[in-house]
């Protein structure tokens, strides 16, 4: 594992955000990184010492979670992965259910083994059919949609996944759980039969109350794994995509740099001719053109974000001459730099957030992704004020979409850092990835605005969402007086989290619009320590005890057998604390921290508390 940092500049300003990530080889030998944690802004001191203790593998995610093994005399230590079955279970989506969110503490696998529906995680759809498996990793949030006519059979798999710990002090081996090295997402079955066969006998295999063989169920769950990610050799053709990738990456990170193809060539052991015949066929451009290109992108991107000259960003790019920058930058876009400047831009919002922001600000992006949760309310909202026949929706990510940004002529296009196939957005457009981990909604939406150059209608936008905020809590006022707490609870998986004051589940609004206080323990654990949640125990429940509470109930059809949260007795003694004042509003609408959605929850919230005065 090591720290990875990512950097944005917003008004000419430079932020830095840390992240630690692992390294793991996928089924073709390419080399990749998994997320682990992230870290969030660090200074120079903080990240070197975090550093060093990755190196020294000090470090530790989760310590308590390491299994000591018995040793074995004159065996070899074998660095591998080691995969563990946990739970197996036959899921059944009856038709048109509604969507059903949760949240994976563990790796899983789902295969589908009848009918049709859809699955999101991280922005993406997968359509679910017979042949199709999913894999979701620990820490994935998704949801499940069946909007046909005949039932969906899902079967699940759930697992962990060990790797051999560093610097055990002990006597024998130890393991810890660790990121799974199996491709994420979907995955199309090369045998379905036998995959789905396989489930069915591991199935039988874990059933409680019967005799257990563990070496049959360890068996054929290795075998299940082996026939979703078949092994495959080292090809030709897999060993030319992987240098294509490592140079079309070293461009990316290396473009401001003076750097040849015969400098490439040697980095990767090849002949510079081979190397231009193979660059030119897999890309359709020549070296130097394509970095040419690849620094104009960059360009386009910094004249849009920065208010830096046209020759400190041809300094910045590579091209050193202002001069040469901009002929080069007229002759691949048709314009001068200080006319592209000027001109009106096309934008992609590529999550639903970003393209409900862009809608407030009054602009239609060509191409934006809008989530299942927000479409019923956020389209029937807008098209009310704007013309969105120019909107075309898409799903991030894929090939096709990538591939569509750059027939589209996009200006720039907007994602989180932290989403599959951020990276490489900017191969194609000017790209602004967001951070994935907001410290303050109202600086992101400032800093959005001043990239598409609405910073007055966000201005605008604040000041009445202000006005609307003081108008509600004069309502409230009775109630503030007497300074009533408030609780944010969410269930999600058969867990209990509760929110402090950031960006999801109406943290902003009921903490800070309305100005309702939160419990002592909440300010202690989740607000003062600048946590978006934490988990908690149904035991620990009354240290958490509030005049009103928000309740969030997302019902899972994985946990259907197990007594809800809301069934023990300590939650039954904190409904009695707050004299049954407990609102459960819509749970879509209060996910978001864009501006409709903030403008709809500090309606609801207002109301539902005025109806307790």
């Not at 739970?87 to 295969?111: F, I, P, R, V």
């Not at 419990?519 to 607000?527: L, M, Q, S, T």
């Amino acid at each position: 594992m090591f720290l990875k940092k990512h950097t944005v500049t917003r008004n000419g300003k430079t932020y830095r955000y840390y992240r630690i990530v692992a390294a793991y080889k996928d089924e073709d030998g390419r080399r990749k990184h998994r997320l682990v944690k992230h870290v969030g802004s660090l200074t120079d001191e903080e990240a070197a010492r975090l550093r060093q203790e990755l190196r020294s593998g000090r470090w530790r995610q989760q310590p308590d979670t390491s299994i000591a093994l018995p040793s074995a005399s004159r065996a070899s230590r074998l660095n591998v992965a080691a995969f563990i079955p946990r739970e197996t279970q036959q899921l059944a989506y009856y038709d048109h259910t509604d969507k059903e969110w949760n949240l994976t503490d563990h790796d899983m696998l789902l295969l589908v083994r009848e009918g049709k529906g859809e699955l999101h995680m991280a922005g993406k759809k997968i359509m679910l059919a017979p042949g199709i498996a999913v894999f979701c990793p620990a820490g994935t949030g998704m949801y499940i949609i069946n909007d046909e006519p005949r039932k969906l059979l899902i079967d699940r798999i759930v697992f962990d996944t060990l790797v051999p710990a560093e610097n055990f002090a002990g006597n024998g081996s130890a393991y810890e759980r660790a990121a799974c090295p199996l491709p994420e997402g979907e995955i199309r079955l090369a045998y379905p039969k036998r995959a789905l066969q396989l489930c069915k006998e591991l199935h039988a295999a874990a059933q409680p109350g019967r005799p257990r063989d563990p070496l049959k169920v360890q068996a054929l769950f290795t075998q299940l794994l082996d026939s979703v990610f078949p092994s495959s050799s080292a090809k030709e053709a897999g060993e030319t995509e992987r240098w294509i990738e490592h140079s079309i990456r070293y461009i990316r990170e290396h473009y401001q740099e003076h750097i040849t193809r015969d400098q490439l060539a040697a980095l990767i052991g090849i002949s510079p001719e081979h190397f231009s015949r193979i660059f030119m066929k897999e890309t359709g451009r020549s070296f130097i053109d394509y970095l040419n290109r690849a620094r104009i992108r960059k360009g386009r991107e910094l004249l849009q974000l920065t208010r830096q000259s046209v020759h400190d960003i041809a300094v910045t790019t590579g091209f050193g001459s202002g001069h040469y920058f901009s002929r080069k930058f007229k002759q691949l876009t048709g314009v001068y730099p200080t006319e592209y400047r000027k001109q009106p831009k096309s934008y992609a919002a590529l999550n639903p957030h970003t393209t409900s922001c862009l809608l407030a600000f009054g602009i239609v992006p060509k191409l934006g992704v809008i989530g299942e949760w927000m479409k019923p309310w956020m389209l029937r909202h807008y098209e009310r004020q704007i013309d969105l026949s120019s909107f075309q929706e898409t799903q991030w990510y894929s090939e096709s979409v990538i591939q569509k940004l750059d027939e589209l002529g996009i200006d720039l296009a907007i994602a989180y850092s932290d989403e599959e196939g951020a990276e490489r957005l900017s191969d194609r457009v000017p790209a602004l990835l967001l951070p994935s981990e907001c410290a303050s909604w109202r600086s992101e939406l400032l800093g959005l605005a001043a990239a598409v150059a609405r910073e007055e209608q966000a201005v605008d936008w604040l000041a009445e969402f202000d006005r609307k905020a003081a108008a509600a809590r004069d309502v409230l006022a009775p109630l503030l007086g007497r300074g009533d707490t408030a609780l944010i609870v969410k269930i999600v998986s058969g867990k209990l989290y509760v929110y402090g004051n950031l960006t999801s589940m109406g943290g902003n609004v009921i903490y800070e619009a309305l100005q309702l206080k939160p419990p002592p323990a909440v300010k202690r654990d989740i607000i003062d320590k600048g946590l978006l949640n934490i988990p908690v125990a149904p035991e620990a429940l009354a240290e958490y005890a509030a005049d009103h509470i928000f309740l969030f109930h997302y019902r899972s059809n994985w946990y259907a057998q197990t007594p809800s949260v809301l069934e023990t007795g300590p939650w039954r003694q904190l409904e009695q604390a707050c004299l049954q004042r407990i609102y459960t509003p819509d749970y879509n609408v209060f996910y978001g921290y864009d501006p409709l959605s903030m403008d709809l929850q500090l309606e609801q919230a207002a109301e539902l508390l005025s109806s307790q005065m």
